[in-house]
């Protein structure tokens, strides 16, 4: 599996402590290396 650094993501914690990471995906990997247009651009962790 082939990994891409290099760009900069988003990030954001809420009030509870939850992690938001937002992704380059489109710019970074979809217009350039070939990654799947449905990949996620958005994730969110939740603390416990």
Same mark, same amino acid.
């Given at each position: 599996?082939?990994?891409?650094?290099?760009?900069?993501?988003?990030?954001?914690?809420?009030?509870?402590?939850?992690?938001? +990471?937002? !992704?380059?995906?489109? #710019? &970074?990997?979809?217009?350039?290396?070939? +990654?799947? !247009?449905?990949?996620? #651009? &958005?994730?969110?962790?939740?603390?416990?």
């Amino acid at each position: 599996m082939k990994t891409v650094h290099g760009a900069d993501a988003p990030l954001c914690v809420d009030s509870r402590g939850d992690l938001y +990471v937002g !992704e380059v995906t489109w #710019t &970074f990997g979809v217009s350039r290396f070939g +990654v799947r !247009e449905d990949a996620h #651009t &958005f994730q969110k962790f939740e603390r416990y």
